[in-house]
């Protein structure tokens, strides 16, 4: 199998059918997630797992009742820090120095330079940031989902603001960013299924760049925008 065959076989899948899917294959699309890279390292993100049942249907009243939310097996709740401080960068640095088994101190210029760079965009462009980071993860838990021939939904059709009151996510620090039910489709009665996947065109979605390209003037346009 191929990650090329993975992507082609996986789809958002419209309506599973509840069935579990084993322990050992949700360890696995979690522990992709969880090497995802980030920027800085900081991973300021983290998955909160549902299989409840009582839990999905109050998740789904949010979630626009989206069904596969109450017939997956496992519900993915992606949340990212709130902003950037010194304390969380702090956090993870020294957890990063001490399993490296260097001297903490190791990492304070650097720190320093991204606290100044971050500090002065302010909470909004930092949390915005950070949810950015969450996505990278998100990706890798749908590959890994595929891999594992495991179904699952990329779901952004949510009221963020509400499943962060009904998680207690409000005031943690944490705000929900992406959803991801993982499960099986069901034998019927979804309608995406038989259709064939579409995507851009190689040719409009890749451009090759020379520096030819970009040392002609700056208002001509490049390659790609002249097909539009
Ligand atoms: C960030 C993101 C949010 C999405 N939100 C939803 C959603 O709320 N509900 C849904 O059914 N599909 C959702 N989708 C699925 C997309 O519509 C789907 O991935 C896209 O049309 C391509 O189809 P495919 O994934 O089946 O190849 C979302 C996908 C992404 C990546």
């Known amino acids: 199998m191929s990650l090329i065959e993975d992507l082609t076989w996986r789809y958002a899948t419209k309506k599973m059918n509840g069935q579990r899917i084993p322990a050992d294959k949700l360890a696995y699309i979690l522990e992709a ?3 995802a890279p980030s920027s800085s390292g900081l991973q300021p993100y983290k998955i909160l797992v549902i299989s409840d049942p009582a839990l999905l249907a109050k998740v789904k009243e949010v979630a626009f009742q989206q069904s596969q939310i109450t017939d997956c097996s496992h519900l993915l709740v992606f949340a990212a820090w709130d902003g950037y401080s010194e304390a969380r960068i702090t956090r993870v640095f020294n957890y990063l120095t001490d399993e490296r ?27 915005h940031h950070a ?68 995507r851009t065109p190689q040719a409009d979605f890749i451009t090759e760049l020379t520096l030819a390209d970009v040392a002609a003037p700056e208002d001509k346009p490049l390659p790609v925008a002249s097909q539009h």
Request: charged share 25%; no cysteine.
């Open 33 to 35: 997630a969880r090497l």
């Open 101 to 127: 088994g260097l001297p903490r101190e190791t990492m304070d210029d650097y720190k320093q330079t991204i606290l100044a760079m971050y500090e002065p965009l302010g909470t909004e462009w930092q949390a």
């Open 131 to 198: 949810a950015k980071q969450s996505y990278i993860a998100f990706a890798l838990a749908i590959a890994a989902a595929a891999e594992q021939r495991v179904d699952a939904t990329p779901i952004e059709g949510f009221d963020n603001a509400r499943l962060d009151a009904l998680l207690h996510l409000t005031g943690s620090g944490y705000r929900s960013t992406v959803l991801l039910p993982l499960g099986y489709r069901a034998e019927e009665g979804d309608w995406l299924v038989k259709l064939k996947k579409v």
